[in-house]
């Protein structure tokens, strides 16, 4: 039997470079694909892009298919296709248009609310950089942003309890008068808004602390060298500056708000004044067990939530060109 | 001879003895060893209605008491995990685990109205069947021992049966409860009060549980009024009138009912012409009187805000369930409560009625329980049903059901309120509504038309009952429960 030479230079070399095994020439491979520039931000957007996939997209699809259904989970053998008869119902369902509107007077009011007063609130505080303890009032002027809406609606559902609540406890003990909030259909409306108000005005506070650090100091200082108003300053230096990132947090506010359950269910006030939009989803969706009614009004909303987003990109993108134009005039 | 033979058959009688005794011991241990759980460890979940302290009780007395009995009788260990949901989300919590065809809960404190949305999609166990035949895919023989006499009919009805008028057994009774009244007898019976009330009513206010048994609910309406002295902080009696989950329908069935109404007819299923009547109507014009004798923001008050307003002392009375009979008795006010069957009403043609709301809760079983936990469930509930077992439950503060411990000369006297709630536990005395699997949509519906009627959104009740009866009767008849359509007038029906 012939010896292999073990001692040629071919062989040493050989022995010099380690064994390939199939997990590093793996390896190998994949590192390479980072080396692709075309490559390389696919690969980097492939993990959220399938996040994305799994969670969004095929539920959102799947929704739309269950839309064109009826199926109800509690009554078996319901699944019948029933095409577009879900959404002819929603259009013609009084109880839709009654929640619908409530809910657009609920943003319409508690987002303008919440933006003007955060926006003066706002003003204030970057208006007292050198105010003492003003790092401690910021944190506890964000606080109720950090509450949970279970939390805050159990918590002012306690405090308007009118029997035992402290706010009655108040207003008997200093004005003789009781007040009813919850009770009373003509203010409970804005009782629970007011709940709203309180939790997100910070939110507008601290997206107005960002609009103002987005203002160039050089103007600001040539504004004040110029003796410009406030009111000037605000017109022609902070909002064209700033109005971008207010903006954006107007929008969220009212995709956000327009979504708004848990704090309205946690409150239970009495009839139907504060039956918003998703309380009709949710009684629908999880107590009636109605999942395509439920699905075809989701789309609904998941739509008229796209047609908010959409003016908001539309107006913002008229100002953009707007400004285009004028630098490029 | 004689002797011999009087000999050999005295070690005759020995050995028969010792044989017996020898097979009398060994019975049980084969008994035992025969569970085909024995020597195992089965762990065990609940699902129960959160902060309600009967579903606590259950689950507890499983693991205090069941668990040493399960390693005595069968020989396997068990431990039970409780999982709590509140009243109004109980159903959603079940239900999102039960239609994935989970065994996540083995054993479901439902509510009683929940058993026809549990049965129909086939979620939980045909006790009928268990009973009769047991369920030979899991190798569970017939259970005879689960068809229990109960206390009264209305008990069977309500905690047991779906459909609705038939003889379908889909649950079996955890805690039995009915509407009672509670008294304050320092605030109420004090003399000095009860002369100034005599003098200015002409009747007495009662004292003794016979005389409250013949009050009528015009008569408590003068003595609510009596008590309910704002500028003193005291009102008349506490109520339920909160749009969370049944509350508000709990407490105006009982003036629809005793006024001789009724939420609909069960046979038919039909909703429109037999709740929108005039003398429903006047029962919900009623209802809505009492919030003159209420505290402030009644409309809010649940069980838990009624309990707070009794125990603190800012009401006279409290129509109440049994069932939070330990909440509403403290130590402090123990000597000064009396508990007591509610008013009774005076219909149209001078006779009297009372017909209360039951409430309560049923065991059901999870079809999807794997052999093992299915066998564990029958062993609990057969061991649930012992006479010791429910009377240890009854001493720990729970409502049995059974006919037996109700029957026991000792249950009066085990608590303050087991009276009443014997008195009230009776087929023409307390009545459940619809177990449709559709309860919840219907319920939200007449929650919110009824709250919205008691805040005064909507001042024509009968208007409000018609719009109810119309919309409930879309539903029954869109899901096919019924083959009474809407008719034509309910296009126009609209609350007022």
Redesign the interface.
Known sequence: MAQADLSSPARLQQAAVPAMTPLRRFLMRFNRLFDDARLLPVLLIAPVLIFFIVWNVIPTLWMIGLSFYRYQISIPDSLAFLGIDNYTDIIRDRAMWQGLSRTFIWVFFGVGIQTLLGMVLGFLFWGSKSMPGRRLALTLLFTPMIVTPVAAGLFFRLIYEPTFGILNWFTQSFFGQEVLLLQNPEVAFWAVLFVDIWMWTPFMILITLAALASVPKAEMEAAEIDRLSWFDRIRYIILPHGKYILMLGILLRTIDSFKTLDLVYLMAVPGSTTKLIAILLRESAFEALNVGWSSALAIILLLTAIAFTSIYLYILNLNSKAKAKEVAT | MNRVSRRSSRLVVIALLVLTSLVLSVVPAMSQDAHPLAGQSIEMSILGIGGWLPSSLGAQMANDLFVGYAQENYGYNVSFTFTESPFESL??RA?ASL?TGSDEFNIIISDSQWLG?LA???WIVDIDGLIENGLPDLGIDPQPSLDLELFSDVARTTYQVFPDGSDEIWGLPQEGDVQVLFVRTDIVNNPDEMAAFEAANGFAIPSTFEEWEVLTMDQFELIAGFFTR?DQDLYGVAMQ????YDF?SMQLYPFMWSLGGQAWDPATRTMVGVLDTPVNAEAMEWNRRMLNYT??????MGIG?NV??FTQG?VATSIQWAAVGLSMVTDENRDVVAIVPPPQFVREDGTTSRVYSMGGQPWVLNAFNPADKMRVAVDFLNWWYLPETQLEFAIRGGNPTVAATLNDPTFDDINPWNRAYKYMLQNDRAQDFWHE??Y??ML?LQQ??F???????YNDALSVLNFVACEQQQILFD??RTEVAPPDECEDAEPQ
């Open positions: 159903f959603q239900a239609q949305a129909t999609p086939g704002p009138h909160s749009i969370v508000y505290p402030p923001g009644a409309l809010s805000e707070d307003a800012k699997p559709n919840a949509e939200a919110e038309a709250t919205a009627f008691a805040a005064g959104e899901n096919g």
